[in-house]
């Protein structure tokens, strides 16, 4: 029975691992994704700036009254648009953090079930090629963690970038590599390579 | 509109006269469009160059004439060379300056349709429409306000090329190269009017 449990929790933690590892490619790939999108309200920022700054009828454009209205729409349409591409790869990091979170909560449910049937000993062994559940299960949670906490700063950044402060967009690609974390990162791709041998084996 | 509404991707065989003009009319309007933006890339371009030298200029000798390091270690434009970007602009906005000057003609050549359409159907113009619902009149009215738009922004161009090389200010030099790539007196209603010409000659097809 304990036997039965553990195949049971071991084929969970394997396709949370599976989960994870695709998680964290896709992750990476929608955050780099994101960088141009920084660049572009920078420059747009920029540009409102030096439109802000200019009077325009002190200059060669005054025979073209209504330019600074015109332009100032665009480079806000402009604006807009980038923002929503943001707002799309959010939505993506959402949808990652959530299908992780969903696979982490079902394994620590199912070992929360199967506590009678799994003693101390059996949760806490480990071999050259198989971590014990109890790691495994620790470092799904911690990795889980650092998505969701990731997810939360993001949005949160991205909301504020959304008010439209000039200068506050000014420094977005900063603000927004400021939230990387490499060394929670790298404990992912410690964790992915730690369970390697468990996650090919059947 | 009166009557059946026909299905929008009814294909229209409008082989000869009045419809064949207007379906040509609408291919040429599209392409000249589509030849105007590529230009507007390019002028982009240039103009940021000219910017961009007249920035790192102030380091450097106006005295020479080639190509040179800037404090910043930019790559500094000299005088000749700066010439050549200004020249290379002009080229870019006499050319689209004869992108206009085939709109009106393609203007002209609609509104003669529409004098066309009165002689032969009267004022309220043909009763059955050669493609979906539009008459002659129309499209005059879509494609003016194309021509007007364009008008208006080659003026722009003219000014941002005359000037874009004379300004010491950076806020000023950034404003000219965002009205140079941003088109603010190009409407987005425009484009809009563009695609409804070609959606109504059958060029263009909703999804579905």
């Known amino acids: 029975m304990s036997k039965s449990a553990l195949l049971t929790i071991h084929q969970a933690l394997r396709r949370s691992f599976h989960s994870l590892e695709n998680n964290q490619k896709l992750w990476k790939s929608v955050l780099a994704e994101c960088i141009p999108l920084m ?21 060669p454009l005054k025979d073209f009254p209504e330019v600074e209205e015109l332009l100032r729409f665009k480079l806000s ?10 707002h799309e790869n959010m939505a993506s990091l959402q949808s990652l953090r959530d299908s992780l979170t969903n696979q982490v909560s079902t394994v620590v449910q199912l070992y929360e079930q199967n506590t009678d049937t799994l003693d101390l000993v059996t949760v806490t062994e480990r071999s050259a090629t198989i971590p014990s559940v109890v790691d495994m299960l620790e470092w799904l949670q911690d990795a889980e963690r650092h998505y969701r906490q990731q997810f939360v700063r993001r949005k949160t950044l991205l909301h ?24 929670a990162e790298d404990q992912i791709t410690d964790t992915l390579c730690k369970v390697s041998f468990f996650v090919e084996s059947s | 509109m009166e009557g059946d509404v026909t299905n929008v991707n009814r294909k229209c065989s409008a082989v000869t006269g009045s419809g064949r003009k207007l379906k040509d009319n609408a291919a040429d309007w599209h392409n000249l469009m589509l030849r105007w933006e590529k230009l507007n890339d390019e002028g982009f371009t240039i103009a940021s160059n000219i910017v961009n030298a007249r920035r790192s200029s102030a380091s450097v000798s106006p005295l020479c004439s080639g190509e040179a390091e800037g404090s910043s270690g930019d790559l500094v434009l000299g005088n000749s060379a700066l010439r050549e970007e200004c020249e290379k602009l002009e080229d870019v906005v006499n050319k689209m300056a004869a992108i206009v000057a085939k709109m009106e003609r393609l203007m002209a050549s609609q509104r003669g349709l529409v004098d066309l359409e009165e002689f032969q159907f009267g004022p309220q113009g043909r009763k059955v429409p050669l493609f979906h619902g539009w008459n002659a009149k129309d499209f005059v009215s879509s494609c003016g306000l194309l021509l007007r738009s364009f008008t208006s922004e080659l003026r722009l161009k003219r000014v941002l090329l005359r ?40 060029q263009r097809h909703l999804p579905g």
Not at chain 1, 43 to 56: D, F, G, K, T
Not at chain 1, 165 to 173: E, G, Q, R, Y
Not at chain 2, 163 to 186: F, G, I, K, N
Request: aromatic content about 4%; charged content about 20%.
């Open chain 2, 163 to 202: 000037e874009v090389a004379h300004c010491a200010d950076r806020d000023l030099s950034l404003v000219y190269l965002s009205c140079w790539l941003h088109q603010p007196l190009v409407p987005a209603r425009a484009r809009l009017a563009l695609e409804a010409v070609l959606l109504e000659t059958g």
């Open chain 1, 160 to 183: 504020a970038l959304s008010s439209g402060n000039l200068n506050f967009l000014a420094t977005a690609t900063k603000k927004w590599k400021e939230l990387d974390t490499p060394g």
């Open chain 1, 77 to 86: 349409q402009a604006m807009d648009t980038v923002l929503c591409k943001l």
């Open chain 1, 39 to 59: 660049a572009s309200l920078e420059n747009l920022a920029e540009q409102s700036r030096a439109l802000s700054n200019v009077q325009i009828s002190n200059t």
